[in-house]
C-alpha cells in the first residue's frame, strides 16, 4: 500500500513559479512510476507530467515550463512549474503504480494523492 501527500500549491501571479511536492509512503518507491495529473472545475483529469526511473514525458502545453524529478532518498516526488498561466488553475494530483503501461493515463495508476490547489491570478 502507498500512501501520497501533496504540497505546495497555492496563489501565484501569471508568470510565477511554484514547486509541488508529493510524499509518498510505502517501500520500494524507487521502482513506482510517479504521475501528476491536473482537474479544473469541470473538466477531466488531465496528464501533466511522469517519471519512470529516470524517463520523463510531459504533456504538450507544460513542456519547457513544467519539470518533474524525484528523490529517492526521500520518498518525494516535485513538480517545478515555471511561467504559470492562468490556465493552469486546477488541483494537482499525485499517482503512483509499479507498472502503468502509460505514464499519461490515470487509469493505469492505483495509488492517488488528495491534491492540492494551485490558482493562477491574472
Known amino acids: 500500500q502507498v500512501q501520497l501527500v501533496e504540497s505546495g500549491g497555492g496563489l501565484v501571479q501569471a508568470g510565477g513559479s511554484l514547486r509541488l511536492s508529493c510524499a509518498a509512503s510505502?517501500?520500494?518507491?524507487?521502482?513506482?512510476?510517479m504521475g501528476w495529473f491536473r482537474q479544473a472545475p469541470g473538466l477531466e483529469r488531465e496528464f501533466v507530467a511522469g517519471?519512470?526511473?529516470?524517463?520523463?514525458d510531459y504533456a504538450d502545453f507544460v513542456k519547457g515550463r513544467f519539470t518533474i524529478s524525484r528523490d529517492n532518498a526521500k520518498n518525494t516526488v516535485f513538480l517545478q512549474m515555471n511561467s504559470l498561466k492562468s490556465e493552469d488553475t486546477a488541483v494537482y494530483y499525485c499517482a503512483a503504480d509499479p507498472h502503468p503501461k502509460r505514464l499519461g493515463i490515470p487509469v493505469e495508476y492505483d495509488y492517488w494523492g488528495q491534491g492540492t490547489q494551485v490558482t493562477v491570478s491574472s
Open positions: 517519471i519512470r526511473w529516470s524517463n520523463t
Open positions: 510505502g517501500h520500494s518507491f524507487s521502482t513506482y512510476a
